[in-house]
Nanobody, 125 residues
Framework: QVQLAESGGGSVQAGGSLRLSCTASGFTDSSVFMAWFRQVPGKEREGVAAIDRDGRTKYADSVKGRFTISKDNVKNGLYLQMNTLEPEDAAMYYC???????????????????WGQGTQVTVSS
C-alpha cells in the first residue's frame, strides 16, 4: 500500500523560507511522478510543483523562481524548498504521487491517486 507522509510545515514571516519533506513508501515502480499541492479553506486544491522520475519539473506560475521541487530516489523522499514566502503561500501543503493515470506530468489533482495527510504552512506579514 502506498503511503505518503509530509513534514516540515510551520510558521514563518514573509520573506522567509521553509523546506517541506515527504517520505513515500509502498511504491513498486519508480515510473511515477510526484508533486506538491496546496489548499486553503474554501478553495480548490492547487498544484504547486511536480517532478518526474527523470528529474524534469513543472511549476505553477505563482511559485516559479521561489520554490524548488526535488526528490531522492534512494530515500523515496520528495522535497519542496520554499523561499521568499508570501502571505498568499499560506496553506495546507500535500504531497501527491501518480501511478501513471496519465502519461504526461501535470499539476492537475485528478491525475494523482496517492495523497499524504498534509502539513500546514503559515506565513505572517
Amino acid at each position: 500500500q502506498v503511503q505518503l507522509a509530509e513534514s516540515g510545515g510551520g510558521s514563518v514571516q514573509a520573506g522567509g523560507s521553509l523546506r517541506l519533506s515527504c517520505t513515500a513508501s509502498g511504491f513498486t515502480d519508480s515510473s511515477v511522478f510526484m508533486a506538491w499541492f496546496r489548499q486553503v479553506p474554501g478553495k480548490e486544491r492547487e498544484g504547486v510543483a511536480a517532478i518526474d522520475r527523470d528529474g524534469r519539473t513543472k511549476y505553477a506560475d505563482s511559485v516559479k523562481g521561489r520554490f524548488t521541487i526535488s526528490k531522492d530516489n534512494v530515500k523515496n523522499g520528495l522535497y519542496l524548498q520554499m523561499n521568499t514566502l508570501e502571505p498568499e503561500d499560506a496553506a495546507m501543503y500535500y504531497c501527491a504521487a501518480s501511478s501513471g493515470i496519465v502519461p504526461i506530468m501535470t499539476l492537475l489533482e485528478p491525475d494523482f491517486d496517492y495523497w499524504g495527510q498534509g502539513t500546514q504552512v503559515t506565513v505572517s506579514s
